[in-house]
Every structure is written in C-alpha cells, then in structure tokens.
C-alpha cells in the first residue's frame, strides 16, 4: 500500500497478507452460532466494558482483525483514545479506569491466559465483588466468546484494517 500525505511524502507500507481461509463463508452455520452466541453472552453487560474486555483478550491473543475492529467499535460508542491505548499496560495504568472495570480487565487476563491451568481465586473474588453473580456469569461469557473469535482470526489470519462499526455479522 503507498499513500501520499499534504507533504507529497510516499510511504510504502508492507503488502496486506491475504486471510489463509474464509472460515466464515465455508463454516456458516458455525459462523452464525458464534454471532447468537456473542449476542447472548453479551446481555445485561455494559457495552463500554464489553468492548474494553474485547480489546484486552484480543491484544492477548494478537488477534488483529478484532483489535481493530473493537477498537473503532468502542470509539464509536465514545470511549477516549486514551483508554484504548492504556488497555495493553492497563496494570500501570489502572487510574484510567473503574474499580469494577480493573476486576473485568484481571479478571479477562486470567480466563485468556490459562498458562497456570486455573483462574486464580483472588481474580475471581474480586471479580465477584464487583458484579451481581447472575452478570458475573455474562462477563465470564463474553470473556469466552471473545477467545473463541479471537481464535477463528488468528488461525485463519484475518485482515484487519477495513472494518467499519456497524459492519457485525
């Protein structure tokens, strides 16, 4: 991709990959599942924090396509740049957020990274302090989902970059 600034300045940027397969188009009915599946976990969440939990789990995982997509999503809703940004050192960061979203964000890297094989008990006590049980369960939910997509982006190597809000499903 070359693009020209005021300045008449040429950047040549690396060529864009293309996707290793469109799992969505060959799988649809998976597809599909996975969109009700999203929709579902997500009731009763609020959405800012739904999409800051999306944007974590995703840089977590390097999945691309949806850190670009939730992050442009969560602009949208109007969330700041500047707490987008802060999302990947949010532990440094932590007076950018709220209490309860600082539990959701623990508590997103625990279920992420399961490198020690368990959610540790301090994370899901705190997590636990700060939602009702019954949205608690959505947040673990949508925490689920999110590694799930993230999954299909990766593997599949999804191109972000020409997602639009408003574009789901």
Same mark, same amino acid.
């Given at each position: 991709?070359?693009?020209?600034d005021?300045?008449?300045?040429?950047?040549?940027?690396?060529?864009e990959?293309?996707?290793?397969?469109d @799992?969505?188009?060959?799988?649809?009915?998976?597809?599909? #599942?996975?969109?009700? *599946?999203?929709?579902? $976990?997500?009731?009763?969440?609020?959405?800012?924090?739904?999409?800051?939990?999306?944007?974590?789990?995703?840089?977590?995982?390097?999945? #691309?396509?949806?850190?670009?997509?939730?992050?442009?999503?969560?602009?949208?809703?109007?969330?700041?740049?500047?707490?987008?940004?802060? *999302?990947?050192? @949010? &532990? &440094?960061?932590?007076?950018?957020?709220?209490?309860?979203?600082?539990?959701?964000? #623990?508590?997103?890297?625990?279920?992420?990274? *399961?490198?020690?094989?368990?959610?540790p008990? $301090?994370?899901?006590?705190?997590?636990?302090?700060?939602?009702?049980?019954?949205? *608690?369960?959505?947040?673990?939910?949508?925490?689920?989902?999110?590694?799930? @997509?993230?999954?299909?982006?990766?593997?599949?190597?999804?191109?972000?970059?020409?997602?639009?809000?408003?574009?789901?499903?």
């Amino acid at each position: 991709m070359t693009t020209t600034d005021e300045s008449t300045t040429t950047v040549e940027y690396a060529p864009e990959p293309p996707p290793r397969l469109d @799992w969505a188009a060959l799988a649809p009915d998976v597809f599909k #599942a996975m969109i009700r *599946l999203d929709a579902a $976990a997500g009731r009763g969440l609020d959405p800012a924090l739904r999409e800051l939990v999306k944007i974590r789990a995703s840089q977590l995982n390097r999945c #691309a396509l949806c850190v670009d997509m939730h992050s442009k999503d969560a602009l949208a809703a109007g969330e700041s740049v500047e707490r987008i940004i802060q *999302l990947s050192a @949010w &532990e &440094e960061s932590a007076h950018f957020y709220t209490g309860r979203e600082l539990a959701a964000l #623990a508590l997103t890297e625990a279920v992420t990274v *399961l490198t020690d094989g368990f959610v540790p008990d $301090a994370v899901y006590e705190r997590a636990a302090k700060h939602f009702e049980e019954a949205e *608690l369960a959505q947040l673990i939910a949508s925490i689920t989902v999110i590694n799930a @997509w993230n999954r299909f982006g990766v593997t599949c190597r999804m191109v972000p970059g020409h997602y639009r809000p408003g574009q789901h499903g």
